[in-house]
């Protein structure tokens, strides 16, 4: 067991998120792309919805370290399967993103969770249609290994969208001299 001294430090949840920020964009993916999904999931829903309030959404949701976590946790997975990292059979499960293999999706319903089942129901949409971003990186296979990250970002899109949809709900969206309606997150 580690002393006092020896004990790894423990990075503060901002400092997870910047890190998060940096590996996704290290796989091609922005905060923009994940926001236009966002725009586009609750657009008809939310009229006065702007993309400065999904980027918001976005990251609210990857200041929560569940997320940090996940996101941390299947990145590492599929760049391991990438260098060949990890052992077999897993290794040609992951590099293959074989069907019967749901853990990337298990893993991912862990960020949808913090939002409730209306994260839970945008997930299933996005999991399946693959829009924007996610079905680029879903396109990306042979070249990398995105078996986790598809499913982690249809995941952060979707609590975001639900994040909004809860907002909504309560009166707590940006109001357009950019003052927040209330204070609930």
Not at 4 to 24: D, F, I, P, T, W
Not at 41 to 59: A, G, H, P
Not at 114 to 127: A, H, K, R
């Amino acid at each position: 067991m580690a002393t006092a001294g020896e004990r790894q430090k423990h990075l503060s949840s901002l400092e997870l998120k910047k890190l998060v920020v940096e590996r996704l964009a290290r796989r091609g993916v922005s905060l923009e792309d994940m926001a236009a999904l966002v725009y586009f999931v609750q657009k008809k829903y939310i009229d006065r919805l702007t993309m400065e309030d999904c980027r918001s959404s976005v990251e609210h949701v990857l200041e929560k370290r569940e997320v940090q976590n996940a996101i941390l946790t299947g990145l590492s997975l599929d760049e391991m399967a990438e260098r060949g990292f990890l052992e077999e059979p897993l290794s040609s499960m992951v590099r293959s993103d074989d069907g019967l293999y749901g853990i990337d999706e298990v893993l991912a319903l862990s960020i949808v969770n913090v939002y409730g089942s209306i994260g839970l129901t945008n997930f299933g949409y996005l999991d399946k249609m693959k829009p924007g971003i996610i079905g680029q990186v879903n396109d990306r296979k042979g070249k990398k290994v995105n078996t986790f990250l598809d499913d982690l970002l249809a995941a952060v899109v979707a609590a975001a969208a639900a994040r909004l949809a809860h907002r909504d709900r309560d009166g707590c969206l940006l109001l357009d001299d950019g003052a927040a309606a209330c204070s609930l997150d």
